[in-house]
Structure formats: structure tokens, C-alpha cells
């Protein structure tokens, strides 16, 4: 890893502008990641820009270091000579507008220039699209590889780029709960912690937050949910008009896919998400006896074995009849759903799919 860091050290100091990015629909490490990728870069001096898709609001936790834009348009002639993508497991991940750039090296809106492209990243079967790749599936959060980064520099993790790291740990680990839960990862966060980050405070930001509006739709979600394969899947599905009609967005949902895993006995917890245009953004959970990258793979998407995503062009019912038809298989297929398996998949021939 030291020589990635030397050469990555050495494109912040050669970079006059810095554009850090990060994944579409972006989570808490993909935020935190791209947020302490621009506290380095303005370290080196440079002039910097996020690209993020998190609307105008501002984010509710952090306060970014440097103007944040939603696409190319608000860049208004700023044009990288250095691009970090973190958290972002392949060219699609980037979004529409970034994947000429990252497969052919023009800048959007240029004629040809090519920024010099960083690929930071945590997810395994990451092409390494950039022409300095540090990526590292055994890390618990790309936000623990910008962390590590920034010690390298001789940066503590203090102030807003420690915040920065630290959203991204709790929110790949699930507050440090999840089996990619290292004693490296949590080593950085006790240093995080010691260099003064005030939990609670941070906790009442991130997690306390909540609009009455956004607590009454999880509780009807969760009086929605639904069990299959023999409990061995749980299932919730939230139609677009459920959230506009109560003012809400995505990141009011932010969370609860994880939830769906807290039933006894389930395995995989299934969560749909209509969007507009007949689409579907679906996340599946598992504890780490069930590895979710495949089924979702099926669908175009991936992730990480014990969380991954995936967006279908169906509806909601039609997204859930598919992923637990595929789901069911899956689980007959992978050695642990052995032992009680014959019993389950007897018992889960007799529910109807369909009912999530
Ligand atoms: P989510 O369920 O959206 O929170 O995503 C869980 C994990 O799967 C994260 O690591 C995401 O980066 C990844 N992921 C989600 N959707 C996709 C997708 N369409 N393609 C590839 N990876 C995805
Ligand atoms: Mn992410
Ligand atoms: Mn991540």
C-alpha cells in the first residue's frame, strides 16, 4: 500500500484542481469518503469541487469542505486535472455522465482532456479503472482507505476530516456490528475518537434526526414486511407514492434494509424501492452466511457478500416475485441452507410469492 500512497501523494501535489466523486444514490462511506478526499486535496492546496449527488440541502451530518455539485453543468468551467472516485465499484456506479470519462479519459463538456483518475475503493471484482487504483475488499469502508491515506500524510484524523472517515465506518459496519467489523477499523476510529471526535454529539447528527413523518412511514413499512422461503427471507417494499405523499426521500430510508435481517431465522432480508419510471432500487442484507452479491449480480448490480444492491425496470410487485423466485433458489443452492433446507423449501413451495 506505501507505494500506491507515494503515488497518490504525488498526483495530489502535481493536481491544481480536484474534482472527488463518489457512487449515485450515495451512502455515508460514499459521502464521508469524497468529503475526506477534498479535506486532503485542500490540504495540498488545491482547488477542489465534490461531485455528489445529495441535493441542495446540504448534508445532514456533514459540513462539506468544498462547493458540492449535483452534475457537469455546475462545475461552470472548472475542469479537474485530477478525478478521485471512491466507493464506486465499477464505471457505472459513477453515473451516466462520468462513464465516457472513465472509459475513454475525456472530460465531459471538453474537448479531450484527460484528467488523471484515481479509482479508491472497497468492493471486490473492482475493474481498477483508474490509472492509480487502491482497492482493498478487506477493508470495512472506503472511508477506512482515505483514513489510512491521510495518516500516511501525516494528517490527524481530526476535526472534519475525522468526521468524515468516521461516517463512513459506522455506516459500512452498521455502527460497528457487522462481521466487516476489524480490529484495523476499529483501531481508526479510537484514534478518530482520541484526536476528539465527540460520539454522542456526532450520533445526535446522524442518528437522532429523525422527522415524525419519516418514523410513521418505517412503522408502516415495518407492519408491511413479509416472510418467505420458510422465514428464511424477509420482504418489504416501498411504493414511490408512499414517499411522496409524506414528503420523503431516499436517504429517509437509508438504514432500514438492515433492519429487515433483525427477524429470527431470517436469512435475507429483501428491500424494493419504486423510483420513477418503472424502475425499482432493490438492496438485499444477509448476515455472513449468505452471500447476496450473486443474486444481485443476476440483476446487473453487486456489492459486498453480506449487503449489495441492484436496480431492476420493473415494478415493485414484479421486482419482488422475481428476486424471491431467484432468492428461494439461491438459498437451496448454497450449502448452509442444508440441515433444515428440505423442510424450509417444503414449507416455502406453500407460500405464495407475491404477497410482499
Ligand atoms: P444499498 O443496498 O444501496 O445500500 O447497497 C449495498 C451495497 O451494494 C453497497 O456497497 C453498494 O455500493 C452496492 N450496490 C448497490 N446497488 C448496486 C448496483 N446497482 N450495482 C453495484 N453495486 C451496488
Ligand atoms: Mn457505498
Ligand atoms: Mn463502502
Same mark, same amino acid.
Given at each position: 500500500?506505501?507505494?500506491?500512497?507515494?503515488?497518490?501523494?504525488?498526483?495530489?501535489?502535481?493536481?491544481?484542481?480536484?474534482?472527488?466523486?463518489?457512487?449515485?444514490?450515495?451512502?455515508?462511506?460514499?459521502?464521508?469518503?469524497?468529503?475526506?478526499?477534498?479535506?486532503?486535496?485542500?490540504?495540498?492546496?488545491?482547488?477542489?469541487?465534490?461531485?455528489?449527488?445529495?441535493?441542495?440541502?446540504?448534508?445532514?451530518? !456533514?459540513? =462539506? @469542505?468544498?462547493?458540492?455539485?449535483? %452534475?457537469? *453543468?455546475?462545475?461552470? +468551467?472548472? /475542469?479537474? $486535472?485530477?478525478?478521485? #472516485?471512491?466507493?464506486?465499484?465499477?464505471?457505472?456506479?459513477?453515473?451516466?455522465?462520468?462513464?465516457?470519462?472513465?472509459?475513454?479519459?475525456?472530460?465531459?463538456?471538453?474537448?479531450?482532456?484527460?484528467?488523471?483518475?484515481?479509482?479508491?475503493?472497497?468492493?471486490?471484482?473492482?475493474?481498477?479503472?483508474?490509472?492509480?487504483?487502491?482497492?482493498?475488499?478487506?477493508?470495512?469502508?472506503?472511508?477506512?482507505?482515505?483514513?489510512?491515506?491521510?495518516?500516511? !500524510?501525516? =494528517? @490527524?484524523?481530526?476535526?472534519?476530516? %475525522?468526521? *468524515?472517515?468516521?461516517? +463512513?465506518? /459506522?455506516? $459500512?459496519?452498521?455502527? #460497528?456490528?457487522?462481521?466487516?467489523?476489524?480490529?484495523?477499523?476499529?483501531?481508526?476510529?479510537?484514534?478518530?475518537?482520541?484526536?476528539?471526535?465527540?460520539?454522542?454529539?456526532?450520533?445526535?447528527?446522524?442518528?437522532?434526526?429523525?422527522?415524525?413523518?419519516?418514523?410513521?412511514?418505517?412503522?408502516?413499512?415495518?407492519?408491511?414486511?413479509?416472510l418467505?422461503a420458510g422465514g428464511a427471507v424477509s420482504?418489504?417494499?416501498?411504493?414511490?407514492?408512499?414517499?411522496?405523499?409524506?414528503?420523503?426521500?431516499?436517504?429517509?430510508?437509508?438504514?432500514?434494509?438492515?433492519?429487515?435481517r433483525?427477524l429470527k431465522g431470517v436469512r435475507?432480508?429483501?428491500?424494493?424501492?419504486?423510483?420513477?419510471?418503472?424502475?425499482?432500487?432493490?438492496?438485499?442484507?444477509?448476515?455472513?452466511?449468505?452471500?447476496?452479491?450473486?443474486?444481485?449480480?443476476?440483476?446487473?448490480?453487486?456489492?459486498?457478500?453480506?449487503?449489495?444492491?441492484?436496480?431492476?425496470?420493473?415494478?415493485?410487485?414484479?421486482?419482488?416475485?422475481?428476486?424471491?423466485?431467484?432468492?428461494?433458489?439461491?438459498?437451496?443452492?448454497?450449502?448452509?441452507?442444508?440441515?433444515k433446507?428440505?423442510?424450509r423449501?417444503?414449507?416455502?413451495?406453500?407460500?405464495?410469492?407475491?404477497?410482499?
Amino acid at each position: 500500500m506505501q507505494s500506491i500512497f507515494q503515488a497518490l501523494e504525488q498526483a495530489f501535489k502535481e493536481a491544481g484542481r480536484v474534482l472527488t466523486a463518489a457512487h449515485i444514490a450515495p451512502d455515508g462511506d460514499a459521502v464521508g469518503s469524497a468529503a475526506a478526499l477534498a479535506h486532503i486535496a485542500l490540504h495540498f492546496g488545491c482547488e477542489t469541487r465534490i461531485l455528489l449527488d445529495i441535493g441542495r440541502g446540504g448534508h445532514p451530518v !456533514l459540513t =462539506l @469542505p468544498a462547493p458540492v455539485v449535483s %452534475g457537469c *453543468a455546475e462545475l461552470e +468551467g472548472f /475542469v479537474p $486535472d485530477l478525478v478521485v #472516485f471512491a466507493d464506486c465499484g465499477d464505471a457505472a456506479r459513477a453515473g451516466a455522465e462520468m462513464q465516457p470519462l472513465i472509459k475513454s479519459g475525456g472530460f465531459p463538456g471538453t474537448d479531450g482532456i484527460r484528467p488523471l483518475i484515481v479509482d479508491i475503493d472497497h468492493h471486490a471484482g473492482n475493474p481498477e479503472y483508474g490509472r492509480i487504483n487502491l482497492v482493498r475488499p478487506e477493508r470495512a469502508a472506503t472511508a477506512e482507505l482515505v483514513g489510512l491515506f491521510a495518516e500516511y !500524510l501525516g =494528517l @490527524p484524523l481530526s476535526g472534519g476530516l %475525522g468526521e *468524515a472517515v468516521y461516517l +463512513g465506518l /459506522v455506516t $459500512d459496519t452498521g455502527n #460497528f456490528t457487522f462481521s466487516n467489523t476489524t480490529a484495523d477499523c476499529l483501531g481508526m476510529a479510537a484514534r478518530i475518537v482520541a484526536a476528539g471526535l465527540d460520539v454522542a454529539d456526532f450520533t445526535r447528527r446522524a442518528d437522532n434526526n429523525w422527522s415524525l413523518a419519516r418514523m410513521r412511514l418505517w412503522g408502516k413499512l415495518m407492519n408491511s414486511v413479509t416472510l418467505h422461503a420458510g422465514g428464511a427471507v424477509s420482504c418489504c417494499l416501498v411504493r414511490k407514492e408512499w414517499l411522496d405523499a409524506a414528503g420523503l426521500g431516499s436517504e429517509d430510508l437509508e438504514g432500514f434494509a438492515s433492519r429487515l435481517r433483525c427477524l429470527k431465522g431470517v436469512r435475507v432480508g429483501l428491500f424494493i424501492r419504486e423510483e420513477a419510471g418503472r424502475k425499482c432500487r432493490v438492496s438485499l442484507r444477509s448476515m455472513s452466511d449468505f452471500d447476496v452479491r450473486r443474486p444481485a449480480a443476476l440483476f446487473g448490480g453487486g456489492g459486498h457478500a453480506s449487503a449489495a444492491g441492484a436496480t431492476l425496470n420493473v415494478g415493485p410487485d414484479e421486482a419482488a416475485r422475481i428476486l424471491l423466485k431467484e432468492l428461494e433458489a439461491e438459498l437451496r443452492n448454497q450449502s448452509i441452507s442444508r440441515g433444515k433446507a428440505g423442510q424450509r423449501s417444503r414449507r416455502s413451495q406453500q407460500i405464495k410469492i407475491g404477497e410482499c
